[in-house]
């Protein structure tokens, strides 16, 4: 008996085991089921475009792409912002919009939150960056001591301060590049001699957007002039703000309330809850600081550290938050380790100008740095990465020796020198996963791109504080100029992969010598020339050849 009801118990475990089964299979693969059927057609289209993160994209129109300039310009009392037109056929298909901050000396960008993920690169000058990520705790904390007397000492005077707490603040300098998820407010400060100048883009099609793909600036203080916000991406002028310089003033958040409600918020009186709408500042959204800015932060002095030992620690703190973010059983993205895996501890910066960090150098043509996810996993989050490059301009001298003769004797040897300018190359490149918005810090370059007609879609001169979109898949190549050439480019993919058409490590070169005889049409000896003429890998310096070929 028992046997038998041992039998039957084995036999109802097996079968409820195989329905669950059933059942979770079914729940896994119910979603690819419905890309053929299942929902109805508005409903299913409605929930993919929900969570597709390019759901606001149109039709790129390709057929010509343009260098874009800025469109509206945003004074302030103490720097200026300049936005480029979000319109642009270019900049609706990366989905992105495009800013250029400058800070003057002393200036203070107002704190400010926006709607998208925000990637900065600092072109000049040095200052301060302050994240107020919420829920993390303020660890940079003083009494009242060690605010004595800061910024007025020069007066002779000492005034007690009361003590403070804050979040970490962090300092920025030329070629860092810095991470803003949406919705986290931030803030700028100027504290070098020269101009503070960003520049960024807004990926207003990433899914932390959950409004449309226009960019919106909510601003905590100050009165900021409009511009920032503009109207509908493909409705042309709105009430928002749009065209040239603007006039006029949007104010920020505080003023959309009534000041009972406000002073109610915050326990404090209503006179303090009416200034916080600042409806009677004229100053816009970067404004001077009259003194000294008061905020706790270690002094370089403090460490006491030698000379390198910062660049070695960030090395460090790199490869731990490597091994946070990378799971060997997970694959990419966070492993269930604990309350460190958060906001509050990961880096949101990252320097990218020394040429220590190049991916890729030619000491005759210039070099490539790359920064994906992979070394700023923030990036995995705002699905963005950045790339820093500079191509030479190389100057040739060549030297010749001639000999005059009389009858026997050599009368004068001299030396003839020829110098020549000659301009490094990027190779023909595309980008598999991404689009590149290419921002032109220095110098100038010739820049084609090619499209899927097989015609050029660009060809032309780009210069300082120029802006051009490479779209997707858009096979491009860059020519220093008369001034060199530099740049960064932001990508709209956290781990973007560039695939060189030319030199070692290209397209051409993986493929078999019959493959390229049969398509082109050339001797296997052309071929082999395609192939090996070109020994260097992304930058190619002038008229550099391998063995194979003809060195100039």
Not at 148 to 156: C, T
Not at 189 to 211: P, W
Not at 369 to 382: G, Q, R
Request: aromatic share 8%; charged share 25%; proline share 4%.
């Amino acid at each position: 008996m028992a046997s038998s009801s041992s039998v039957l118990s084995l036999g109802l475990t097996l079968g409820l085991l195989v329905l669950v089964h059933g059942c979770f299979g079914q729940i896994l693969e119910q979603p690819w089921q419905w890309q053929g059927q299942g929902l109805q057609g508005g409903q299913l289209q409605s929930r993919r475009q929900q969570r597709h993160p390019l759901r606001f994209r149109a039709d790129c129109r390709l057929e010509n792409l343009n260098v874009l300039q800025p469109s509206r310009t945003i004074k302030a009392e103490a720097g200026v912002t300049e936005i480029w037109d979000e319109n642009e056929n270019e900049l609706i298909c990366a989905g992105a919009t495009f800013l250029r901050h400058v800070i003057r000396r002393n200036g203070l960008y107002l704190p400010a939150f926006t709607n998208a993920p925000e990637l900065f690169y600092v072109v000049q000058g040095r200052g301060l960056q302050g994240v107020a990520i919420p829920g993390c705790p303020e660890t940079y904390q003083s009494d009242e001591s060690q605010f004595q007397g800061r910024g007025r000492e020069s007066r002779g005077v000492s005034e007690r301060v009361s003590g403070d707490r804050h979040q970490k603040v962090r300092e920025i300098r030329e070629g860092d590049v810095l991470a803003l998820p949406a919705g986290i407010s931030h803030w700028i400060s100027n504290q070098g001699q020269s101009d503070l100048v960003l520049v960024s883009i807004v990926y207003t099609s990433s899914e932390q957007n959950q409004l449309d793909e226009n960019i919106r600036k909510f601003f905590l203080a100050g009165n900021p002039q409009q511009g920032f916000s503009g109207g509908s991406r493909r409705g042309g002028q709105s009430t928002r703000g749009r065209g040239g310089q603007q006039g006029g003033n949007f104010g920020n958040i505080f003023q959309g309330f009534d000041d009972e409600l406000i002073a109610e918020s915050f326990g404090v009186e209503s006179e303090l809850a009416r200034r916080l709408r600042c409806e009677d500042d004229r100053r816009g959204h970067i404004v001077e600081v009259r003194e000294e800015l008061q905020v706790i932060r270690p002094r370089q002095e403090e460490g006491g550290r030698s000379e390198g030992w910062e660049e070695r620690e960030r090395g460090r703190e790199r490869e731990r938050e490597r091994e946070r973010w990378w799971s060997p059983r997970q694959g990419r993205g966070y492993s269930p380790n604990g309350l460190e895996e958060t906001l509050c501890t990961m880096r949101l910066k990252e320097n990218i100008e020394n040429p220590v960090r190049a991916d890729f150098y030619n000491p005759r043509a210039g070099r490539i740095t790359s920064l994906n996810s992979f070394s700023l996993p923030i990036l995995s989050y705002l699905q963005l990465s950045a790339e820093r490059g500079v191509l030479y301009r190389v100057i040739c001298i060549y030297t010749s020796i001639q000999r005059l003769v009389s009858s026997y004797l050599i009368i004068k040897v001299f030396n003839s020198r020829a110098v020549h300018f000659q301009d490094a190359v990027v190779a023909p490149h595309f980008y598999m996963n991404s689009h590149a918005i290419i921002y032109v810090t220095r110098g100038n370059a010739r820049i084609q791109i090619a499209g899927d007609l097989g015609r050029a879609v660009f060809d032309g001169e780009v210069q300082e504080n120029q802006v051009l979109v490479v779209p997707q898949n858009f096979v491009v190549i860059k020519k220093a100029g008369s001034e060199g050439f530099e740049w960064v480019a932001f990508r709209t993919n956290d781990n973007a992969m560039v695939v060189p058409l030319a030199g070692r490590l290209s397209v051409l070169r993986a493929m078999p010598e019959d493959v390229l005889v049969n398509s082109y049409g050339i001797s296997r000896e052309e071929a082999r020339r395609l192939k090996y003429n070109r020994e260097e890998v992304g930058i190619f310096s002038p008229g550099s050849r391998s063995v194979h070929g003809r060195r100039d």
